[in-house]
């Protein structure tokens, strides 16, 4: 029987969970995105050119493997279509696309929500992505979402006419603008006629590989502390980017998972509000963001930046059954002339190793240090982990003796290439 291999964001996401993914694929039959919808941004750099994708997985760039859409997936068909329509100009055929016929549809009016609901919680406000993440996926839960099935169907007009209906009285109450029924319907009915010849019984397709012994790899988007059940409560996204969400977002069972990557980078990064207990919002915090061009690949907006928190990330090995790490950003870290490495954290005057995302237990946690030399140099080329220079193998041994998960991958440039596998 096959495995499916996953890979999952162990911070805030924005790890280099792409560049992962794009490696893995390139062996695999398949690749799913099991949660998420366009407020991923994943990056992949090859011979020089760069490709963001935001709903198409990672995989698609390996014409053989089977790139597919997972039912836990909230899709933007305007956005899917644009990415589409990129990777067309850019000579790709895109056969190799499937998308789930469960998958739930983000409709303009979630989009609206998201923005309203910000605006509503003025000083409170998550730092969402405002791409309707949250309200197509509470709507889903509510059982009013329109999902990928009825999109492509007759059905379409009148559930998306109900819907804009009850949500313009919405809009009204708080004295927002209207979505215009009809053109809003007649642009959508277009939207499902190009996507319609993707759509597939996704959860039948994976069996079927599974059982011709096909290698399959998940790629989750987000990360574990913007996990809507273990991440930093309200200041997470809308779904389980965590192991949970790769079964109900695609449709197999614990038995069929294999290997669980967990990638982070050699420093930290978040977007949005809410606790991060290793940022430095200081001269250092600027220049990890400057040296890893940390502006993100979604809206833009600078990433907080600040040192890898390693009680953050035995908490991302446990809730996950990590059976292995990625390590990205090596290279930028190694532009430093020190490194600091969060180690524990000191809680009431003892030293700890637990991590909860609850706010008040983090406010009385202060982070334990332990300083290492960076001036890692050229890591360019470097294809063996015993070739790094001395002070980055000591940075990644530490890591390793206490998280105690084997690294598998060291990220060492934003390149495809720029990979050690550990083997
Ligand atoms: P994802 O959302 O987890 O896929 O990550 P993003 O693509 O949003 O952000 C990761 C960024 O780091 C992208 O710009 C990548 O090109 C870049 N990147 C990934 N791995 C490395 C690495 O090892 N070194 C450097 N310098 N850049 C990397
Ligand atoms: P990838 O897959 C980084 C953050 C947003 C915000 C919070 C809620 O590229 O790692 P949402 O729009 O989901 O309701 O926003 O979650 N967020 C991400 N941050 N990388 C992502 O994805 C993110 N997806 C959502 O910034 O703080
Ligand atoms: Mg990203």
Redesign the pocket.
Known sequence: MSKVNVVL?TFY?????????DYLSEKADASIRCSGGNN??????VDGK?Y??HLIP?GILNRDTKAIIGNGVVIDPKVLIQEIEELKAGGYTVDNLYISDKAHIIMPYHVMMDKLQEELRAKNKIGTTARGIGPCYSDKFERSGIRVEDFISDKFEEIARNNIEKKNKIFAMYGKEKLDVESTVAQYKEYANYLRKYVVDSVDMLHELLESDKDIVCEG???TLLDIDFGNYPFVTSSNPTIGGVCTGTGIGPKYIGEVYG?L??YSSKVGEGMYMTEQDNETGDLIRE????Y???TKRPRRCGWLDLVALKYAARINGLTGLA??????VGKLDKIKLCVAYEYDGEKTMRFSTNNDYLNKCTPIYEEFEGNFGDLSGIKRREDLPENARKYLDRIEEIVKVPIKF??????RN??IIVE
């Open positions: 964001g996401g924005d790890e280099g969970k792409g560049k992962i993914i991923a941004g994943h990056t992949i750099n760069k963001a994708f990672s988007a987000q990360a990638v980078k050699a040296l890893g061009h940390e993100g690949t979604t390590i990205n950003h090596v290279d930028t060291i990220g060492t440039g934003a390149d720029d990979m």
